[in-house]
Structures are given as C-alpha cells and as structure tokens.
C-alpha cells in the first residue's frame, strides 16, 4: 500500500527565523542543546511529508479546508499550508508572539 506523500518545501522566512532561533538557543544553551533542538524540529517538519493532517488546524488561521495547520514544538509553533502538490513550512515563531504576526503568515510565499 503506497502512502499519499507531498513534497516539504520551506519558505525563506522560515529558514530565517531557523537561524535566528538556533542562533539565540546556542548562545543561550550552548551549541549542543541548539543543535538537539533544531535536529528534533527537522524530524518532525520531514515527517509532514507524510502526516501533514496530524496537527491541528492553527486557529488563528481557520479556512473551510483546514490548509493552515501548526505543529506545537516546545515554546515554538511551526506554522504550515498544505496544497495539492506540498507542504509549505512558512514560519517557526515564539508563542509569546501576538496574533497579528500569526495572521500575517498567510501572505508568506514559497518557491
């Protein structure tokens, strides 16, 4: 039985805020730490590749298709859309972070 899977193509805004976050980790935590941290993320956010519905839809994002989803990571949501053909990663933000930037995401463009 074959697997209905999709292509996980990340958005720059969301390799940005990656870097900055491992950036603020490393020094906060160390280099180790940062490096667990950001290793743990990539297993999950690959694993949407084929379990894209598991999370929940983001709330603050609601369609009638349930296309914006977010994984709960920590103190971190990775916020994603799901279309036809892939899995766009758009952004990785603090949960501390108000609605306004949440909302924001849907104009966030991938390649």
């Known amino acids: 039985m074959e697997k209905n899977t999709k292509k996980i193509v990340r958005s720059d805004i969301f390799k940005q805020k990656r870097r900055e976050t491992y950036n603020y980790g490393a020094e906060a935590f160390g280099e180790f730490l940062a490096d667990i941290f950001m290793d ?40 994603y859309r799901i279309t036809p053909e892939k899995v766009e990663i758009l952004t990785l933000l603090h949960s501390s972070r108000s609605v306004k930037k949440i909302k924001a995401v849907r104009s966030i463009k991938t390649v």
């Not at 379990?51 to 949501?77: A, D, M, S, V, W």
């Open 40 to 79: 743990r993320l990539e297993k999950i956010i690959d694993e949407l590749e084929y379990q894209y519905n598991l999370h929940p839809e983001c709330k603050h994002l609601p369609t009638k298709g349930k296309i914006y989803r977010n994984i709960i990571f920590g103190k971190y949501l990775v916020i």
